[in-house]
């Protein structure tokens, strides 16, 4: 069964425009983490913003903040006032288990956002 | 703190042949993974070692595949008789498990693979 889904194969957005990248995922464990990750064309993976599945906040790292709604088993990340920098694929992960575990991660196939001017 | 480091960037090989990439994790990391991303997929993972013990394997980790962490610092990746299937990015990632930084999971900058 796959653990990770992200339903949006692409996305388009004008600058400046808000934009929401959804990701659903499935576990069994009660201890969790969420991982979204940029990879431009050159292929490194950046660390955007982490939401444990114990925190009552929703994550927020500057213009990314994390909606994360636990009963929905849904992590949309939401970027602010996008920029041409902000196009890129955009993974959703998942650790299972707690923090001393494997920390092994599980991502989606991804969504690639184009940013239009 | 200098990010974690994968060499060669760019591999091309005939088919056949034996390879091998290099990662250099984080110096204060204990644990450190690969990760394979073939066109268009997100990354799947294949094996981890904390310190210099292989801890779990994927079973797309074949037996043309070999892992080495000698001295829990830098590890290496070995392909024998590569495959066209095998062309991909493959990518390192290290991390240690410190409650208080659940995200510090980095990734180097892969190194990408082509068979011909």
């Known amino acids: 069964a796959q653990k990770i889904t992200q339903t949006q194969p692409g996305m388009f957005v004008q600058e400046k425009e808000a934009v929401t990248l959804d990701c659903t995922y499935d576990t069994s464990d009660q201890s969790y983490g969420l991982f979204w990750y940029k990879q431009p064309s050159s292929g490194e993976m950046i660390f955007l913003i982490y939401?444990?599945?114990?925190?009552?906040q929703n994550a927020t790292e500057g213009r990314y903040s994390l909606n994360f709604q636990k009963a929905r088993k849904s992590a949309n990340l939401v970027i602010s006032a996008s920029q041409l920098g902000d196009s890129a694929m955009y993974f959703c992960?998942?650790?299972?288990?707690?923090?001393?575990?494997?920390?092994?991660?599980?991502f989606g196939q991804g969504t690639r956002l184009t940013i239009n001017p | 703190d200098t990010g974690v480091s994968q060499n060669p960037r760019h591999k091309i090989t005939k088919r056949g042949q034996n390879v091998t990439f290099r990662c250099d994790p984080i110096?204060?990391?204990?644990?450190l993974y690969w990760y394979r991303q073939t066109l268009g997929q997100g990354p799947e993972f294949l094996t981890y070692f904390q310190n210099e013990a292989q801890l779990e394997k994927s079973r797309l980790l074949s037996d043309r595949f070999s892992a080495e962490r000698p001295k829990g610092s830098f590890s290496t990746l070995e392909i024998q008789r590569t495959e066209q299937g095998d062309s991909a990015m493959y990518l390192c990632?290290?991390?240690?498990?410190?409650?208080?930084?659940?995200?510090?999971?980095?990734f180097g900058s892969g190194t990408r693979l082509t068979v011909v």
């Open positions: 992960a998942m650790r299972e288990g707690a923090i001393q575990g494997a920390q092994k991660l599980v």
């Open positions: 990632a290290s991390s240690f498990n410190r409650r208080d930084r659940p995200y510090g999971y980095t």
């Open positions: 110096s204060e990391h204990n644990r």
């Open positions: 939401q444990g599945s114990y925190d009552e």
